[in-house]
């Protein structure tokens, strides 16, 4: 299975709300990546978390750790319908051999 | 900047043809990746280079495919032949050291193989 899982697969909400996105992960990381992906587009990266940080904020974007848990949430606060779109965990495993490894993707929908 | 570069943006082709994508990477950036997307599957890495060199190619789906990075600027992925299950959208991305770092990346080849 996906080193990095988003949980839920997808959500609806409206305009002004916060919209919160979980990512578990199975091994050790170097670090955790978000990204956000509009509709026929590229991926974009949002915000790196290192394995030794517990939470990071970047504008309306506010990431957390557990690496006890091996989960990351992020939580995207008084939100636009621009920020429909599909967002991504990505981790960096510990290892002579890691990679970035991309879970499925969260859709948001959030409703004028 | 422009950003990372790919072309075509859109590819239709029929099977058995061979297939070409291009990647320009961002200037001074070391590392360039390779990945694929589809729906059933997410997005894969097929195979990513770090001062063009392929580190790890463990992605790649079959020897039908390809990859090269003949210089810092330019990469190339092709697939001969292509099969209708090569559908999907190829991105290629970079990064400025390594593939731990943020990857940025490109507006992606939308390939449809007939």
């Known amino acids: 299975s996906q080193q990095g899982e988003e949980d839920p697969q997808a959500l609806s909400i409206q305009e002004g709300e916060n919209a919160t996105m979980n990512c578990s992960y199975k091994t050790s990381i170097n670090n955790l990546q978000w990204y956000r992906q509009n509709s026929g587009r590229g991926l974009v990266h949002l915000i790196l978390i290192r394995s030794n940080e517990r939470e990071k904020h970047s504008g309306r974007l506010r990431v957390t750790l557990d690496t006890s848990k091996k989960s990351s949430s992020l939580l995207i606060t008084a939100s636009r319908a621009a920020d429909t779109a599909s967002y991504f965990c990505?981790?960096?495993?510990?290892?002579?051999?890691?990679?970035?490894?991309f879970g499925k993707g969260i859709t948001l929908s959030v409703r004028p | 900047d422009a950003g990372v570069i790919q072309s075509p943006r859109h590819e239709v082709t029929e099977m058995g043809q061979e297939v070409t994508l291009r990647c320009k990477p961002i200037?001074?950036?070391?590392?360039l990746f390779w990945y694929r997307q589809t729906m059933m599957r997410g997005l894969e890495l097929l195979i990513y280079f770090n001062n063009n060199v392929p580190i790890d190619d463990s992605g790649m789906p079959e020897d039908r495919f390809s990859a090269k990075m003949p210089n810092a600027s330019f990469s190339t992925l092709k697939i001969q032949p292509s099969e209708p299950r090569d559908s999907a959208v190829y991105f290629c991305?970079?990064?400025?050291?390594?593939?731990?770092?943020?990857?940025?990346f490109g507006p992606g080849t939308r390939l449809l193989v007939l």
């Open positions: 990505a981790t960096d495993t510990i290892g002579a051999n890691s990679k970035l490894t």
């Open positions: 991305a970079s990064s400025f050291r390594s593939v731990k770092e943020t990857q940025y």
């Open positions: 200037s001074g950036h070391n590392s």
